[in-house]
């Protein structure tokens, strides 16, 4: 009886109802669309750590032993390449993932993307490295689709398997000896998982606000029909069925409609470079059941959000239908937003990242809280101060309906408090490249003049001009100043084996990977701010729009009393801009202390 009902009133709502139905399903289709993407996110940094554990052996028994595996870097053009070696140890010795067995010694396999880069370069700066290989890799063993990746296969005692990485510790990691490769999570995948963690924060509450807000948007229509409905004998819960039912149908739509946009969306997606390059498209799409749960709760929150609406019609339909004012906010609600920023430094220093998320959630939360107070108390300022009549009609509305108004400028102001979080980060920039390149190698104690000798040699054999100098516990090869990066690419090939399990980099080679992580901290601030900039956008379009037509009928009547049309759309941009313009600041200037606690200590730590 109710569900028919519900969907006679749906379809019976005629133009204006029907806008107002089509408005809810975009506002939900945008904001379960963006959901996914930011859900999405973690997962696909969670499938790419679990590709690349193999790399991050795990330490075993002498007598467990199967293997032994060592993961070095190698470079080329500024592009990092993983060279894993690999020396059995067993006949048992497992196949590394991407491969159908376990590389012979000599034997040397590469990524796709490597194969194709030894073809094009010529052999002397990169091919004489990895000659002759046996194989290309799958994709399970690659971190993403153009990852740069060899597998080198040893005997045992061979000086790769036996030689300590010593002090270079951003170019590999000494040998272990493995029972498995099922390897673990590496220090770098935790990292970009916990900053994903914290981004999808930033993105995921503005759309459970925006997602929220979606379900009262054209309440005043709901209400004034729902309220008629009481008056003529429908029980609290027959009204409240039939609003949970309404705004359910209307927002499963939307899910459904939403999910179909993101897939639709998804190859644009996936070419976002991160960690080093874009993405498989399944690991950005997710899992079923992760997708059946968003099918499932987006609807449910619209429904939630539905009924908690509906306390003045359930308790006093009357007053609803005599258009009453409803009571005014509260300054309890500033109270809790206060609390909670006075905890902020409390809780998010020196703990868990999963815990800073937490307290970006609630200071996300508590500003939609305080917002409606805010924005009445900028009406009353408004109104007070108003010396034409679209400004005080402005003031007026922002009083009578706070929370309307804050749902319309809800999406700036959370943009604002996320731009004044990144906004104040400014990592510092790494020092630029020494004139003339040089490329530097650790050696063992005591043998940096016969190192010093043999990198001589194998620079004048291959028609390199360098100047070669023992330093320390080091050798430098500085190259002529004129040198180009074919020459240094050049020079790295003929002094790849100068001294075993050690690679001769650059120190644009050692800050490689700080300074990629830079570029992916910059790539998710220009991608989290997007998305709540299209929160933002969406949010005051369609709560704008509905804004009108729940107040039809008092323009209608201003109108008829004899108000100009163009007093009336000054007091609508009004009533939109000056919250607007006092929130979204508001918001950015919030974010400062919030920032200061998360980053109090810098020190990187495992969680």
Not at 185 to 195: G, I, N, V
Not at 269 to 290: F, H, K, M, T
Not at 434 to 452: H, I
Not at 529 to 539: G, N, P, T
Request: hydrophobic residues 50%; aromatic residues 4%; glycine residues 10%.
């Amino acid at each position: 009886m109710n569900l028919d009902l519900t969907w006679r009133l749906l379809k019976g709502g005629g133009r204006k109802g029907l806008l107002g139905t089509w408005l809810t399903l975009g506002a939900v289709a945008v904001s379960t669309a963006l959901l996914l993407f930011a859900i999405g996110a973690n997962f696909a940094f969670q499938a790419r750590s679990d590709r690349g554990a193999w790399r991050a052996p795990v330490p075993a028994g002498q007598s467990e032993a199967v293997a032994v595996e060592a993961t070095r870097y190698d470079f080329v053009r500024d592009q990092a390449i993983t060279v894993v070696h690999l020396a059995a140890l067993k006949p048992s010795a497992p196949a590394p993932p991407g491969m159908d067995r376990f590389p012979k010694p000599g034997e040397v396999w590469l990524s796709p993307a490597l194969a194709d880069l030894v073809k094009e370069l010529p052999a002397d700066e990169l091919a004489a490295r990895y000659p002759k290989p046996a194989g290309l890799l799958g994709d399970d063993a690659l971190v993403y689709p153009s990852e740069l990746v060899a597998v080198v296969g040893h005997e045992p005692d061979a000086p790769a398997m036996t030689t300590g990485a010593g002090e270079d510790r951003v170019v590999g990691a000494s040998p272990v000896k493995v029972a498995d490769l099922t390897g673990r999570e590496s220090d770098e995948a935790e990292a970009y998982r916990a900053l994903t963690l914290i981004a999808s924060v930033l993105m995921v509450v503005p759309l459970l606000v925006f997602g929220g807000a979606a379900a009262r948007l054209t309440v005043a229509r709901r209400d004034q029909r729902l309220a008629a409905l009481r008056l003529i004998g429908a029980t609290p819960g027959q009204v409240v069925g039939m609003t949970v039912a309404e705004a359910v149908i209307v927002a499963f739509a939307g899910t459904l409609a939403g999910t179909a946009l993101y897939a639709l969306a998804l190859p644009l997606v996936s070419r976002i470079e991160i960690q080093g390059g874009a993405w498989y498209l399944a690991d950005l799409w997710p899992s079923p059941l992760v997708l059946a749960g968003v099918l499932a709760a987006v609807p449910l929150l619209v429904g939630l959000s539905a009924v908690v609406g509906l306390r003045r019609v359930v308790v006093s339909p009357l007053g609803v239908a005599k258009r009453e004012t409803p009571p005014g906010m509260r300054f309890v609600r500033v109270l809790v937003l206060l609390a909670v920023l006075a905890a902020v430094p409390v809780l998010s220093r020196n703990v868990a990242v999963g815990v800073i998320a937490v307290v970006l959630g609630l200071a996300f939360l508590c500003i939609n809280l305080v917002g409606p107070w805010v924005v009445a108390l900028i009406g009353k300022i408004t109104a007070s101060q108003a010396r034409r009549p679209a400004r005080l009609l402005a003031g007026r509305r922002l009083v009578d309906d706070p929370r309307s108004a804050w749902r319309t400028v809800s999406g700036v102001a959370m943009t604002g408090f996320i731009a004044g979080f990144l906004g104040l980060l400014s990592p510092g920039a790494f020092d630029g490249d020494p004139t003339p390149p040089q490329l530097r190698v650790t050696v063992p104690a005591g043998q940096a003049d016969a190192v010093a000798g043999r990198a001589r040699e194998l620079a004048e054999s291959a028609g390199i001009t360098a100047t070669v100098k023992p330093d320390k516990r080091r050798v430098v090869i500085a190259l002529g100043s004129s040198a180009t990066a074919q020459d240094l690419d050049r020079a790295r090939t003929a002094l790849a084996g100068l001294v075993p399990g050690r690679t001769p980099t650059t120190e644009a080679d050692d800050q490689a990977f700080g300074r990629r992580l830079l570029a992916d901290v910059g790539v998710g601030t220009v991608v989290v701010l997007s998305v709540s900039f299209l929160v933002a956008i969406a949010s005051s379009g369609i709560t704008a729009a509905s804004s009108v037509l729940d107040r039809r009928q008092t323009y209608g009547l201003l109108r008829l009393a004899g108000t100009p049309l163009e007093v009336l759309d000054r007091a609508r941009r009004a009533e939109t801009l000056i919250p607007l313009t006092v929130m979204g600041g508001g918001a950015g200037a919030l974010s400062r202390p919030l920032l200061r606690a998360v980053t109090a200590d810098p020190a990187p730590r495992p969680d």
